[in-house]
């Protein structure tokens, strides 16, 4: 027999204790809405803005909140703000690694606090501790660029590959581009340079190159800035004549370049429906739904002949 404290009978010891659910007191309160964190390996890259904006068009249209870092390709840095994330209490956290090994103390930090990683762009190492990948078919990018070369100067060229070797996705641009090519002797790799797919390290990566006197017929870069870069120290040393120059993105920069004859062609991604792709996925997670573990969005060549069909001015 159940012995209440003196004053209080049995009417309203039940009314206590089912307080928390008849007034949702203790449970997910969809009035206070979803909170979710996104790290990007840089914001100093507009494919990334446009990405967030994607999440965001999901997320915000449905009153909820998206808190957005940057590490600047700092991979340290990088596990220090997921951790940020996970104290404050978010629910899901979207995240584009720096390093995709590197990363992976940041992915034990979540789990731990069992907060779920929906991995973006481009994947990480340990994908077992991570619910699902959305990201480019990245592999395919590669293999796009080596069959346009080979459409356009044959079976003998001398190639410069300007890498991002610490990011899956740029590990499968530059290697599909290899694996595509490499029965094909008059093909040959001369270079491949680390510019960490930012234009100010393509810059003096491509100068070094120059300095080396290489002769060279193609350049290929991980994604669009990095052509940027690699262009910009052609055009300085008087060696862009006659090169094929790719890119990987589709920005509305490089679509311009590709009009004007500046740039061979790029490979286009589409970080808006990354984005929104991820964010449906989260929601499709908290409100448990089965979700699919690996999500490859197709990639296309633009070059001249195809760049009016996507329009200069703005992203896929």
Same mark, same amino acid.
């Given at each position: ?17 089912? %307080? ?13 809405? +979803?909170?979710?964190?996104?790290? +990007?390996?840089?914001? &100093? ?19 909820? =909140? ?20 996970? #104290? ?20 034990? /930090? ?14 990480? +190492? ?8 959305? $990201?480019?078919?990245? +592999? ?23 890498? @991002? ?6 590990? #499968?641009? $530059?290697?599909?581009? /290899?694996?595509? $090519?490499? &029965? ?6 001369? /270079? ?20 080396? @006197? ?8 991980? &994604? ?16 862009? =004549? ?8 589709? %920005?509305?920069?490089? =679509? ?7 740039? $061979? /062609? ?42 009016? &069909? ?7």
């Amino acid at each position: 027999m159940l012995n209440f404290p003196k004053g209080i009978n049995l009417f309203f010891f039940l009314l206590i204790s089912l %307080s928390p659910m008849l007034f949702g007191i203790g449970q997910n309160d969809d009035n206070k809405g +979803y909170v979710f964190g996104a790290s +990007y390996m840089t914001m &100093n890259n507009p494919f990334f803005i446009v990405l967030n904006e994607g999440i965001k068009d999901v997320v915000e249209a449905r009153g909820d =909140k998206v808190i957005a870092l940057d590490p600047a390709l700092d991979q340290a840095k990088q596990i220090i703000q997921i951790q940020d994330l996970i #104290d404050q209490g978010v629910d899901v956290i979207f995240l584009n690694p720096v390093d995709w090994k590197g990363v992976r103390p940041a992915l034990e /930090a979540a789990r731990k606090a069992r907060i779920p990683i929906i991995n973006i762009d481009s994947p990480v +190492y340990d994908s077992d501790m991570v619910v699902s990948i959305i $990201t480019s078919n990245n +592999y395919n990018a590669g293999v796009l660029v080596a069959q346009d070369v080979l459409k356009r100067i044959g079976e003998n060229a001398k190639v410069v590959l300007l890498e @991002h070797p610490v990011t899956k996705s740029g590990l #499968d641009r $530059t290697q599909s581009f /290899a694996d595509t $090519t490499k &029965n094909m002797p008059g093909i040959e790799i001369i /270079a491949r340079e680390n510019a960490n797919g930012q234009l100010e390290q393509a810059m003096p990566a491509m100068e070094q190159i120059i300095r080396d @006197h290489l002769e060279f017929d193609v350049v290929m870069g991980t &994604n669009d800035p990095t052509v940027m870069g690699a262009l910009a120290a052609l055009k300085v040393a008087g060696r862009e =004549k006659g090169v094929l120059i790719y890119g990987v993105d589709g %920005s509305p920069d490089a =679509k311009k370049m590709v009009k004007e004859g500046k740039i $061979t /062609a790029t490979v286009a991604q589409s970080p808006m429906g990354i984005g929104r792709t991820a964010a449906e996925v989260a929601y499709k997670l908290l409100a448990g739904e089965d979700i699919e573990k690996e999500i490859l969005v197709p990639v296309e060549l633009i070059d001249s002949s195809n760049v009016d &069909n996507f329009g200069l001015d703005g992203w896929q």
